[in-house]
């Protein structure tokens, strides 16, 4: 019912925001894969908020693992894993208990269930994707054993965008604050980031994502393309509203004498116009996409509510929030990716 | 393994362009649908070619159903149909047999299969969606009971884009033979077809979508999010590149509280940038998405393909293709939509 | 919807008993498996009624295949194939339009769907198992590559018993038209079907099974054990009504220092107790298991049903009916015995 | 990959015997169910080793939940639950790091995963089966409202029956120490019980359930009957070996025209040798049927093991096991058979 991904390498996650804990239990994931905890711990770091240009809670996000795991190693059996809520004010949002904010999951639930936690978003939360981050950095080490690595960057913050999103230094963006890949882009970021703080208000962008290593051969064919994949993983996140791959929607604007990429001897192309993946299965090439994210709409300004009755509020801002998301979404695409292509790389192994 | 859509209403598909035949099996569709052949000829016509701007094979199309329906009705037991193949030459593609064509997927199946069928692309080919419209008008039949329907257009071809795609007015497209909701849009994608036709080559586009009526509640929260599912969907149309829902792409550069939906006091909104989905359920609102798809890459133009061994050759095209294919893939955008919405309706039954 | 079983080697079957036709869909079957047809042949004519003690429907049972083999191999597609229905009398249930029969689908179907296809059963009949044969076979072909083989024979019928079912000479039943491994017991049941036929009723029976040169390693913990997947497949056959597997029944009357199967040096076991399967999980001995079914209700004698109001009425038979339907169920068991095998020899290919 | 039980009402569990904690997630309960805590911890007491005739290790069994529930009743969200492990010493098992003990899974998950926990059976533990109670008696729970109700008793241990299975007293079973409905039976059982003890060895035994209330027309035709769904989920219970619905095997016997369950005039049946299902589909009647369980095959005796070599050892059991586990397992049938019942139920909403 929506809380599983994955068909061989299986993520089911749980937890509400203001609830005891949130966590997720990994199935399928192959015996005697040596877990690196601290590069866990390190992509659960990248998604915590900046003190910087976000205002959220902050949970020292400590993974407790229950089982699945001998000696440091996966033993094939599911994987569980709890990380405990912390740092909650359920009083914030008790005047919110028979509100409903606008583009929040709150109306919605409500008509979905006849009933919802009310309390920093209770299941819609972004909080439920920390159990994301540790199942996909699980999963990307997995992955680096086959010799596929999965990188990330932001090449968008409102309307400041990267010039060239084809030869992305992630050298550069692991580095940066914003985890943009160019330093003068950066900087327009930043004074765009400031401004918006100083005016109450929150900011979208695009995350690009590069697939590197990725043998040929995985994906489906008909339904589940590596590409239908991978769009529905990216849309699954919270805020995210478009999905391309390869050139996108620039391909629509393309003729198909120049979209065509031609074949290396080694059957590598001169060209990577497709991202990597034709007719739904990738071909060796890097898998390449990117994803929009909508500003995040709780913001410092008051906003117009209605209650269960129908009847408008203006509701002031009490929770946290954060000015850009963005910037830690980043280690979410990732792990979504990971679980993608870790899931495909499973299945390609019962047909050859 | 990729040919089944679909957790409740299910559709999987079967067969190649050049075998014996292509068709389907419907699982969980409910008893006692009375199911409207004349509407599914329909659709299957829209997705035909025209003469004028495609210059692709033309098959009679003509659906036989083997079971699941007795009196016109559905028995709730598998409906299975087939459709013979019957216009087409294998001959044509004699010379492929060894030939990796650039952004087919003859290379990516041969690499997953290590066997393929090379004849008019096999499972890889558009032939095989003709399954996905039969199946997707039942569901369509099926919505319409509900008080749903689901209409799409075409809102570009090439470079040439409707202005407006807030306002659409599908009586307009679903009288135009490029589906164009706009006279004067229509009029210059004609123009740049012909132009195209006359240089050998292709175009790609971007196919709106629109379903109203669709209750709230319609959607499972975090993986299974509806905008997932629908981008799932139409990831998996031959060609498609990328998907936005509500304001897409353009989301990124707004601000939160521009990008608010503030409710009506009827629990509509008063905008609709989310595009009808929020924490990814159905609220109640026009659901709107774009879907963009790459040129055909197969043109009357030669083309420089490998072999097996990699070695390189220019190809003469000697199968038909089309100039543009994007007007007669509404139809299969909008049963893949169906497919989506009866599925996630049904699903939703279980939960109240 | 039920109508699709296994989760990589997965068939889809569809067709009523007096619809069009029956068939099926098989996806996940690995690319270059060489087909032998008249194998499959072979398989159906086991499954056709004998003249001598059934008196069913007789059809040609002819295969045609339509997508996902070239050359004689598969392709990695979806493989689906259909059978034409022919010899069926739909006149012959006319009468029953509107009636119950006892101990039949008839009341469930109507229960389940408010609709249902009364002639012959409908979906019901278990003319649908054809279209498991079919598929079954293929997955036998796929599995003798990997030197596994699944043998089934007749054990009981009505209350005569094979004395042995520790040694079955499946030479011998293969050849029997029973069914039966043993001569004097084969004869001993044409007795007692004989004095059944001419009192115009029917009898159940028992099957035994044994899957030799199955590698240790297949089935997964906890829920899908090796020893569930089989329970399933073999009580979804019509009239299971009983499953067990090794010592089965009789394991609960021995003491845990008898059950247990010591181990040879070669970590193949002195004792067979376990049939094959600890922990649910296959350990390179024969897997050993049978299944009951109860008698056809449908008999020559006039039968008590009820019509839709709930009056009773006395309705001679019209139908063709089997006397002793267990013989003919052999390859039935052996099908979906092989469709179990392969799926978990597929699935286990993904954690190691 | 095995963990998961269920397609609507889904239970995921994981744990080992020794490690930190033993739990489930259940996806799929629906919203507003009031949750019965002391009814959970009643059925987890009856899962615990009696002192008399059982010597196993004795968990608290407190159950915390982490999510999915709020001011006592469930929000639609995945309920996730935690037991820690406790009472346990992995010192006992230092000593079988490399032995493979006879009919345990030690080689089956060596042979499976390359790696295992030797610790108490790992994964393979009935520990694991905590889980199956927690998240079964909330599908009872849900169950009841619906009129619902499962019981069960044993009605065999050891080579001891009782003799009449068709009307149990479930009051008397229900308040047995052996959970056997007759007194004289359970005297006898006893003694045998005593006997087997002071012998230092283990007895198996056969479980008996009834579901009564439950509605006609659950279950899916062909693959997915409620007979297929209940035999999987029976014989997924560690130790089980036979499963027998209404007549079971004993149906093997009968003639056509004794085994029909004629009509009365409102739609129940006279007799009831189906066992309440029919076709695969449930058809209002008491749904009854027994699973065999061998007895536990660690005993206080010496037992022949080999080492990883495939060299023998005779090993002294040290760590806890019980005489008879048959008592103890009836919660976990009643559990099992309510997820059936649960996902069946609200499966089949989603066709009417």
Redesign the interface.
């Known amino acids: ?5 994955g ?2 390498f ?1 993520l ?5 925001s203001h ?5 997720g ?1 990994i ?2 994931c ?3 894969l040596h877990i690196n905890i601290s590069a866990i711990e390190q992509m659960l770091a990248q998604r915590r908020p900046s003190k910087d240009f976000e205002t959220s809670r902050s949970e020292p996000d400590k993974v ?5 795991i ?1 000696d440091g ?1 996966t ?6 894993f ?1 990380l405990e809520n912390q740092d909650y004010n359920s009083e914030d949002y008790e005047h919110l208990k028979d509100i ?1 904010r ?4 709150d ?3 409500q ?7 009310h309390r920093g978003g ?3 939360s972004a909080r ?1 994707t920390v159990a994301r981050v540790v199942a996909g950095t699980i999963a990307m080490q997995f992955l680096e054993k086959q010799g596929i690595s999965i990188d990330a960057c932001v090449t ?4 400041i965008k990267t010039l060239d999103t084809q030869t992305i230094d992630f050298q550069v963006s692991d580095n940066s604050p914003l985890r943009c890949p160019d330093k003068d882009t950066e900087e327009q970021m930043m004074a765009i980031i400031a401004k ?1 703080k100083s ?1 109450g ?6 995350i690009a994502c590069v697939i590197s290593g990725c043998v ?10 590596l ?10 996140i ?1 805020s ?10 620039a ?7 120049t ?9 590598s ?1 001169k060209t990577n ?3 990597g ?8 090439m890097d898998i390449r996409f990117s994803v ?8 410092s ?1 008051p ?4 209650d269960g009755k ?3 509020h203006i509701i002031e801002a009490k929770g946290r929030h954060d000015i850009c998301h963005v910037p830690r979404t980043v280690p979410i695409v990732q792990s979504m990716a990971a679980l993608v292509i870790a899931d495909n790389f ?7």
């Open positions: 019912m929506g809380n599983t991904f068909r061989i299986r089911t996650t749980f937890g509400e609830g005891a804990a949130v966590g239990v199935d399928g192959p015996a005697g407790r693992f229950l089982s699945g001998m190693a033993l094939g059996t599911p994987i569980a709890v409903f606008p583009s929040h999951a109306y919605t639930y008509a979905k269930y006849g009933f919802r936690d209770g299941r819609s439920e968008q913050i409102g309307n918006t005016q208000d929150s900011l979208g962008g695009v040929a051969g995985l994906g489906e064919p008909v339904f589940d393309k590409s239908a994949d991978l769009a529905k993983a990216m849309m699954g919270p995210a509203k478009g999905f391309e791959i390869g050139e996108g929607f391909s629509a604007a393309m003729t198909g004498s979209y065509a990429d031609v074949f290396n001897n080694d059957f192309t116009h497709s991202g993946i034709q007719g739904g299965i990738s071909n060796g929009a994210f909508h500003p995040v709409v709780t913001t300004k906003i117009e509510c209605v129908g009847v408008s499973l299945l390609q192994k019962t047909q050859n």
